[in-house]
């Protein structure tokens, strides 16, 4: 049975920095791509970073390019996200997911995902 289990969240002031984690288990962890995503109150879920089987492939999506970093330990089974200079439009519940080898910012292409942690950023 795979696990996804995110951590990290909170409440924090805008301009701070938060980690989140993400601990995986029940599958052969470094032959799956990872990724991070977010989902605001009525909006869709977005991508926000992934990172490949690997980790020599790393994509952002625009709106954390230069405020995010992704990150994974293969021997630890766990996927990072920092994420750093926080602002209000930050706030939502952030997911890791994982895909079978392929990298994809396209959460329709991932199998297995999180119940997800809040990160919420006040002006």
């Known amino acids: 049975q795979v696990q996804l289990v ?11 920095s938060l980690r989140l984690s993400c601990a995986a288990s029940g599958l052969t962890f470094s032959t799956y791509a990872m990724g991070w995503f977010r989902q ?6 977005e991508f926000v970073a992934t990172i490949s089987a690997g980790g020599g492939t790393i994509y952002y999506a625009d709106f954390v390019k230069g ?4 990150s994974r330990d293969n021997a630890k089974n766990a996927v990072y ?4 200079s926080l ?6 519940v952030y997911y890791c ?3 079978r080898l392929i990298i994809s910012t ?7 995902w999180g119940q997800g942690t809040q990160i919420t950023v006040s002006s």
Request: net charge neutral; proline share 7%.
């Open 6 to 16: 995110e951590s990290g969240g909170g409440l924090v002031q805008a301009g701070g």
């Open 40 to 45: 605001a109150p009525g909006k869709e879920r």
């Open 81 to 84: 996200l920092q994420m750093n």
């Open 106 to 112: 396209n959460p329709s292409d991932y199998n297995y």
């Open 67 to 70: 405020r995010a970093t992704i």
């Open 97 to 99: 997911a994982a895909r």
């Open 87 to 92: 602002k209000p439009e930050d706030t939502a």
